[in-house]
Structure formats: structure tokens, C-alpha cells
């Protein structure tokens, strides 16, 4: 019993409720939904699916965690998303040998050294000149569309290259590459942030800036870093959309993709007014994210009402995680634990 | 009539505790105004788990310039918004021309003539002189602006305080001071019977000051209740008639301006108390003899910052306790944070060992090892959401750098250690500090400081706000830690506290070191009436030969700089005479 309160206590508790009432709605509408069958040594299945399709979104909602832990916000993510893959994209075509893997590897380290520059810019604007994070990364996110429009010169860029084709939908042992990729990323960030004394400087930057300079952090170092690593995971996100259509598109690569990843940091827990993170709280926003989208297609619900039922279902969740609401539900709980010691008591 | 020191002090004191007794009851004014125009009666409001006010008696008389003293957290601005009607109080009643209000809110309060000029102009710079001063009750006429009456009334306002400015030009082309008196004049454009100004003079110079002052005088004789706050006693006596003293949300007492000694209000502002520590006196005194020799660690040479604090001379010898005592505002915390390298210092030097250092940042003082802990506990000390473990190893850990993790047992070792050490409840390192008393997270900062091995720690008000309990640990603390070879730099309103645990007391005003006096045989009365005065009295035979020099000069100076005073003096003095001839030239 005090497990389940200490459970329900967790900030990851109704995250990780939402994600369970969302595969059991699958369930029922697809019984077929946990099922995951091999065909040609590569794995299938719904939740597969869910894995490879959310990676991106993933992968920008880590860097995006440990942005908004120092106080801050990326909103140019889609943008640079659309920068690497078009960088990417008109690199191999210009080349004489698009199928090379030498090709692709120069395309993918050129668009991520790309993405870092990128990335300096928002750390200087917010960490240098002090701009707020939300101004400072808009110019990037409307400017850095321009860019790639200017990269592929208006076009759709569709390439035809294999090597280039398997970071989107290839498989390695059996396992989708995107999802590896994903799971690097991740893995990555949380070895290098919990491990080292990293994580607690964001926090303490996120939390209270001055106090943290007064006790010798270098805070506009660390802001730098984590825009920085934020534009990196948005340009490895921009390279996996892009090799899964094989076809750059300035205008629609990653669009919106900034949403969907700060939906999964304040899904998971994550405030948006800086301090404690949680990755893993993170992993499971974009997956709830990410089921959600599946759920519309098994439950059928009509296209044109996909937008009303994510609103309705994020609504949700954030009215469960406001802390008025927690405050609500724990005085019930405490009323409910009253009651039941009472029963006991009596008998 | 609290005067406990009084027997210490001679002739002089009984002089002066006569004429300080409450003139309650007594009008001053009595010959101009027989009835207060505004008289708050038991006035108490708490906030959660403070009483900010409690049962506060305050009136003002037509036509008076009355001045509320108090230092930080005494109650000034809780007094102020209860009576403009910011905020609710708890128990009480306010009585403004003889009718009992009740103010909802600011508006209310400035419509019954109660009008408000805060520290900081709270105009709009982008739109004319007139539209600031009419800003929100503009005189209408066929549904839009009369802009004829709105340029006519306030060029009448403007004149009525012998402003000669255009209401039409832009007020963000005017200084702050000329700012300053636009707000004043929209504040009286209301019928204002009483007005309140909040900190006006903070960001003036002499002139702009002297200009302020001639605008409040017309306006005392127009009738006008001006509530005048400020922390410059200076002028707090030229302009003042009488001043009401607030002390820990309570009064302390209402005065006669002429006849209260500026030594006398120093003394109510900051009070006494009396705590069971006097052996750590003794033993203070008896380590001064054999740290004479002792060799210096750090040294400040003219060390200074614009706005901040005047160039200041302040050596710290390897295991010596040095207290800077002055008023809020007199300095004492800015200098300090020049040494703990806050804020930068535009002059000066500082050697470390007699060797020249510069400090850019609290990441490089800490690697010099010198701690600054903050007055301000809140905001610039503890991270709240983080744990007890994480705030005492922060500061060590920022030092070794974000890729050399502390390990996770040396943590746990860290944080259980001092929680023993300074008795930290609760004793959880993986509580979150914001849930901590007060008192718990001045000793969770502590902990952060002392575990980078400080060789300077310096402590701007490390026992404001907490219990009686706590203080006295960290007082004994800092003495141990002082016997132990550390130079501690201790900042704290409370002179007894000062006096208890320095070797050397360093006298603050006006942002100007004014005495650097060893020890031995002071007291609190002598270093009252340098905080108030800037010198020492003359007859007080308590203090060696050297310092009346040191403390008249306008730049202090350690034992050893002495002879740099003269010269520091006679560069600060030419303003005033020739201030004084422009006067008397208009005159």
C-alpha cells in the first residue's frame, strides 16, 4: 500500500499511467498490438513502430531536457533538423558517387559540424548576450528555415543513396537503426550528465543562477555546452527524417518538431521554469507522444480530428501534473489513507 | 527607555538620553497643527510564519516632514504598503482627517490623497513630461484628450515646484532627479495629502539632492504630510522634522528630530541583545595579543568600485577576524564583495601573500580560496531544489570541475561530517534544502564554504533571520575556525556581535571606510557614534591615539597607511565650501 502512494507519488507515476491507458486502448482496438514477429532476421510490430517513428522526436526531446533544466528553451530544433538534412542531402548529390559510404559519412560529419555552429549561436545569444532563450532561438527557427530553403534552392532534394537510406529505415541486428541511434543518444546523455557532476550544475544553473556563479559554477560555459548538444541531437533528429523519405524538404522537415519535444520534457516531469530533470521522464513523454499518433491510425480515429484528440490527451496529463492538482489528489489520498486507518482501528 | 550601556558611557550620555524619550503624546508641531492628519493605531499584519508588524503605532502632522528609521526587515515598507493600501493589515486602525478608511488597494489609498513615489521612477520615458504627470485621469473633452488643459495643468504643477522644463518635451530626456520631481509633481496633482517618498534620494547627486529638498520644503508649507525614507542620516536630519524608529516589526519610538541624537537613533535602529556568549569575548581578546606578528594574507590597497563603495584600504592577517560595521548602504557588504570577487572593483589592487591578484569572478576567488557567503540567503546562496548533499559539496565540486566527479561515498562523507559538525537538522543529506530552516540553511552554506577549505571566509550576515540557537553556533563556530588559522571577514548589523567575535573592527559610512580600530576596549557606544557621526567623541578614552585621525579621514586606512590619510582627506573636502559659495551667491 505505501509502495503504490510512494509510486503514485513519483512524478513519472501518471506519464507512465497515460502510456498504459494508451496501449490498452490499442490493445482493444488491435488485439495484435504487443505482438512482434522476425521476418528476415528484422524485427516487426506495433510497438517497433513506435520505437522507430518516436526516435527522432526522442532524440531532440534529450537535448531539449537539458536545455530547459538551465531555465531555457530551444525553439529552433526544426529548424536545424531541416539545415542538416538539406546540408546532408545536396552534399551527396553534388557528389559524383552518391551510393559511396565515403560520400554519406562526409554529409552526415559536414551537416553535424553544421548543427554545432548552430548551436554556439543560440549558446552566445543566451549565454553572451544575456538574450532570453525563447527570443534568442526564435531567429534561429525562422531564420534557420531560409537557410535550408537556401541550401536546396527551393527544391526538394531526393537522393538516392543507400548508405544514406539505412540511418532512416535500415536495421542492425534486427533492431531499427533509428532506434539505436535513439538509444545512444540517450544513453550518452544520461551517462555523461548523471555520472559527472554535469547534471547538478544544470539543475543548480536552472534553479538559482546567481547562487550557483557565487559558488564558482561556470554557467555560461554550461549554457553554451547545452545548446550546443541540444542543436547536435536536433541535426542527428533532421538526418534520421531526412533518410527515412530520402528527400530533403526545407519547409517540412522536423515542422513542429520543436512542440512535440517540449510536450515530452513537461510530459515527463520536467518544469519549464528550469531545475530538477528527468531523462528518463523524458523518454517516456515522447513515447507517449509517439503512441498517441499511433492510436489515432488503429483506433481510426477520422484525420481531421487526429489534432483535437492529442490536444485533449496532453490537456490531460498536464492538468494531472499541475501542482494544484497534485495538492488536490494528495489531500485525497491522505483523507482516503485517514479512512481506511480508521476501518482498521475500529476492528 | 532602553539604555543599557549607558552606565558605560559618561557625561555625554546622560545629556543625551533626556531629550530621547517618546515624544509620544506630545505634538511637536502643536503650534501649527493641533491634529494628526494621518494616525495609524495597533497596526499588525503578519505574513505565513513572520509578523512583520506588530501592534506599530504611526502618525504624521500637516505641513512635516516625518522620516521612518529602521534597518532591513525592521518593518518600513510593510508600514508604507499598509498605509497606501497594498496591503491588508491584520489588526489595527488607519485614520486619515479624522475619518477611519479602509484601503482596498493603491488606487483607493491615492484617491483619499495618500500618494506614493517610489525608489525607482515608475514612469514612462517614451511620452512627454504632461502625459507622464497626467498619465490615467487626462482632462477629456468631446470623448478624447484635452491636450490644451493637459499641457496648461501641468506646466502649472511643474511651476508650483519651480520646475522650468517644457511639459511637452520627452521625460526620457530629463535626468533621473528631474524624473524624480515630475513624479512628485504627478503625485501631488491628486490633492495629496499626504506624500510618501520612498528612497528618493538614492540615485542623486548633491545638487539633485539640494534641488529635491527646496521642492519638499514648499510643499511642507503648502500643508503637504511628507513621509520622507531614506538611509542617509545626513539628510534625514537637514530635512526632517521628526522620525519614527521601527525595530523587528514593533515601534521603538517617535522623536523629535532636534532633539534626538544621531548616536541615540543609531542605537534604537539597531538594538541589543543580549546572548550568553561572553566568554567567546574574552577569549577573542586574549588570541589578539599573539596574532600581532602574524603575516598578512590578504590585503586590499584602494580597493574601490563607482556606485559601490569609495577606494578602501583593508588588510586581513592569517587567522584574524576582521568586522566591518556600518548602517545598510553604508558600504559594508560591497566591499566585501569586491574581496570574494562578486563584483568586480574598477580601482585598486588586492595581493594575496603580497602577491597581486585580480579577481573576475567568485570561480577564481574560490580557487584563491576565499569564500563570500551572501547576506541575501535566498537569492544568491541556496539552491532550494537540490539536496542537502548537493548544496554542501557544490562549491568544492565547481572547483574540481564538472569531469572530476566527487565519488559518491566522499559525498555521503562530506554531508554527514558537517551535518554532525554544525548540527544540521534535519540530518538528511538527501533532504531538499528549501524545506530547511532558516538557521539549517545558513549552516548548509556554511558547510558548502568550509568544505573548500577556505583560507578567507567571508560572512556577510550569516545570523540575520535566525533563531538565538543557531546564532551562537556560528558564532562559536567562526571563532574556532579563526583559532585555527583562518582569516574571516565578518559583516553583521549587531555591533555586540561584532564587538564579540573581531579582532579588528572596521567602521563603514556613506561608502567610505572611516576607522580601522584594533579590539581592545571598544564599545558599542564607540562605535555608535562612528557610524553616526564618522569620528570618534572626543572625550571617549577607550580608543588608542591614532584613531581620531584615521576616523575623520575620508579614505581609511589600516595601521600601517596612516600616514596615506591626510592626503585622502583633503582631496574629499574642496566640494563642500565651494558648494557653499554658490549658495550664498543665490542668497
Known amino acids: 500500500m505505501s509502495a503504490l502512494a510512494k509510486m503514485a507519488s513519483s512524478r513519472l507515476f501518471w506519464p507512465v499511467v497515460m502510456l498504459l491507458v494508451l496501449f490498452a486502448i490499442n490493445l482493444v482496438a488491435f488485439p495484435g498490438f504487443f505482438e512482434i514477429t522476425v521476418r528476415d532476421g528484422q524485427l516487426f510490430g506495433s510497438l517497433i513502430d513506435i520505437l522507430r517513428n518516436g526516435a527522432p522526436t526522442l532524440i531532440i526531446a534529450v537535448g531539449m ?33 552518391p551510393g559511396s559510404l565515403a560520400t554519406v559519412a562526409v554529409a552526415i ?3 553535424l559540424l553544421i548543427s554545432l555552429v548552430l548551436g554556439v549561436w543560440n549558446g552566445f545569444l543566451v549565454a553572451a548576450l544575456g538574450i532570453q532563450p525563447i527570443i534568442a532561438t526564435l531567429i534561429l527557427m525562422t531564420a534557420g528555415r531560409g537557410v535550408a530553403m537556401l541550401i536546396t534552392e527551393g527544391q526538394i532534394l531526393t537522393v538516392n543513396s543507400p548508405p544514406f537510406k539505412f540511418l532512416g529505415s535500415g536495421f542492425w541486428f534486427g533492431i531499427p537503426v533509428a532506434v539505436i541511434i535513439a538509444a545512444v543518444v540517450f544513453g550518452l546523455a544520461a551517462l555523461v550528465t548523471r555520472r559527472t557532476a554535469l547534471g547538478m550544475f544544470i539543475e543548480s544553473v536552472g534553479i538559482n543562477p546567481e547562487a550557483s556563479r557565487q559558488a564558482g559554477v561556470r554557467a555560461r560555459g554550461l549554457l553554451f555546452a547545452v545548446y550546443t548538444f541540444c542543436a547536435l541531437c536536433a541535426a542527428i533528429a533532421g538526418l534520421i527524417l531526412t533518410a527515412n523519405t530520402a528527400a530533403a524538404d526545407a519547409n517540412n522537415t522536423g515542422l513542429f518538431i520543436e512542440l512535440d519535444a517540449i510536450l515530452a520534457v513537461v510530459i515527463g516531469g520536467t518544469s519549464l521554469a528550469g531545475g530538477r530533470y528527468s531523462l528518463v521522464g523524458t523518454l517516456v513523454g515522447a513515447l507517449v507522444i509517439q503512441t498517441l499518433v499511433t492510436t489515432v491510425y488503429t483506433v481510426g480515429i477520422p484525420p481531421i480530428a487526429t489534432m483535437v484528440f492529442k490536444a485533449a490527451v496532453v ?33 | 527607555m532602553e539604555h543599557p550601556l549607558a552606565d558605560s558611557m559618561e557625561s555625554t550620555v546622560t545629556q543625551q538620553t533626556e531629550p530621547a524619550a517618546p515624544a509620544q503624546g506630545s505634538p511637536p508641531a ?18 505565513p510564519g513572520v509578523k512583520a508588524l506588530d501592534g506599530v503605532d504611526f502618525r504624521m502632522f500637516p505641513g512635516e516632514v516625518h522620516s521612518l528609521m529602521g534597518e532591513n526587515g525592521a518593518g518600513k515598507s510593510t508600514l508604507i504598503k499598509a498605509l497606501t493600501g497594498v496591503y491588508g ?9 479624522g475619518e477611519r478608511v479602509s484601503f482596498a488597494g493603491p488606487a483607493q489609498a491615492q484617491a483619499a490623497g495618500i500618494s506614493t513615489v517610489y525608489q525607482e521612477v515608475n514612469l514612462l520615458p517614451n511620452l512627454s513630461v504632461a502625459e507622464n504627470i497626467m498619465l490615467g485621469r487626462e482632462p477629456r473633452r468631446f470623448g478624447g484628450i484635452d491636450w490644451r488643459a493637459m499641457r496648461r495643468r501641468s506646466a502649472e504643477l511643474l511651476a508650483g515646484l519651480h520646475l522650468d522644463i517644457d511639459p511637452g518635451s520627452l521625460l526620457g530626456d530629463h535626468s533621473l532627479a528631474v524624473q524624480q520631481l515630475v513624479a512628485i509633481a504627478r503625485a501631488i496633482d491628486v490633492n495629496a495629502k499626504v506624500l510618501i517618498l520612498d528612497e528618493p534620494t538614492s540615485s542623486l547627486d548633491a545638487d539633485e539632492v539640494a534641488e529635491l529638498f527646496r521642492v519638499i520644503r514648499s510643499l511642507k508649507d503648502q500643508g503637504v504630510a511628507i513621509l520622507f525614507v531614506s538611509h542617509f542620516l545626513d539628510q534625514v536630519y537637514e530635512i526632517c522634522d521628526r522620525l519614527t524608529v521601527l525595530r523587528n516589526g514593533t515601534l521603538v519610538g517617535e522623536y523629535l528630530v532636534d532633539e534626538l541624537l544621531r548616536i541615540d537613533l543609531v542605537q534604537k535602529m539597531i538594538g541589543k541583545e543580549l546572548t550568553a556568549l561572553d566568554d567567546l569575548e574574552h577569549r577573542a581578546h586574549a588570541a589578539v595579543v599573539d596574532e600581532t606578528d602574524a603575516a598578512t594574507f590578504v590585503s586590499a590597497t584602494k580597493l574601490g568600485r563607482r556606485g559601490a563603495i569609495e577606494p578602501a584600504d583593508l588588510p586581513i592577517a592569517v587567522g584574524e577576524v576582521v568586522g566591518l560595521a556600518g548602517l545598510l548602504g553604508s558600504g559594508r557588504t560591497e566591499l566585501a564583495r569586491l574581496l570574494g570577487g562578486i563584483d568586480r572593483a574598477d580601482t585598486g589592487e588586492l595581493a594575496i601573500h603580497g602577491e597581486h591578484v585580480r579577481l573576475r569572478s567568485p ?6 580560496r576565499i569564500a563570500f557567503s551572501s547576506e541575501n540567503r535566498r537569492d544568491e546562496g541556496i539552491v532550494g531544489e537540490l539536496t542537502v548533499r548537493d548544496n554542501i559539496v557544490l562549491a568544492l565540486q565547481a572547483d574540481r570541475g564538472w569531469f572530476r566527479p566527487i565519488p559518491k561515498k566522499k559525498q555521503d562523507e562530506l554531508a554527514q561530517s558537517y551535518i554532525q559538525a554544525l548540527n544540521i537538522r534535519p540530518g538528511n543529506p538527501d533532504a531538499l534544502v528549501r524545506n530547511l530552516s532558516g538557521g539549517n540553511q545558513q549552516k548548509v552554506l556554511l558547510a558548502r564554504w568550509l568544505a573548500i577549505a577556505p583560507r578567507l571566509l567571508i560572512l556577510d550576515e550569516p545570523t540575520r533571520g535566525i533563531d538565538i540557537g543557531a546564532k551562537a553556533e556560528i558564532q562559536k563556530l567562526v571563532f574556532n575556525l579563526a583559532e585555527n588559522g583562518m582569516s574571516v571577514l565578518f559583516i553583521s548589523a549587531e555591533l555586540e556581535e561584532v564587538l564579540r567575535l573581531s579582532h579588528r573592527v572596521v567602521v563603514l559610512r556613506d561608502r567610505t571606510v572611516v576607522a580601522d580600530l584594533e579590539n581592545d576596549g571598544l564599545t558599542v557606544d564607540s562605535l555608535l557614534a562612528l557610524i553616526a557621526d564618522g569620528r570618534v567623541a572626543s572625550d571617549d578614552e577607550a580608543l588608542d591615539e591614532r584613531t581620531p585621525a584615521v576616523a575623520v579621514a575620508a579614505v581609511g586606512a589600516g595601521a600601517g597607511h596612516a600616514a596615506s590619510a591626510p592626503p585622502g582627506h583633503a582631496a574629499s573636502a574642496p566640494p563642500t565650501p565651494t558648494a557653499s559659495t554658490t549658495e550664498g551667491d543665490r542668497s
Open chain 1, 65 to 97: 531536457t537539458l536545455v530547459i533544466a538551465t531555465r531555457g528553451i530551444d525553439l529552433s530544433v526544426g529548424a536545424v533538423a531541416a539545415i542538416s538534412g538539406a546540408v546532408a542531402c545536396s552534399i551527396i548529390l553534388g557528389s559524383p558517387a
Open chain 2, 30 to 47: 502643536a503650534a501649527t497643527a493641533p491634529a494628526p492628519v494621518v494616525e495609524m493605531r495597533g497596526i499588525s499584519i503578519g505574513f
Open chain 1, 315 to 347: 490537456t490531460i496529463v498536464c492538468l494531472l501534473q499541475s501542482p494544484t492538482t497534485a495538492e488536490a489528489l494528495s489531500g485525497f489520498r491522505r483523507r482516503l489513507a485517514v479512512r481506511s486507518g480508521k476501518g482498521v482501528a475500529a476492528s
Open chain 1, 109 to 111: 560529419t559536414v551537416a
Open chain 2, 363 to 368: 570561480r577564481q576567488a574560490i580557487s584563491k
Open chain 2, 89 to 97: 493589515i491584520d489588526a489595527g486602525t488607519i485614520t486619515l482627517a
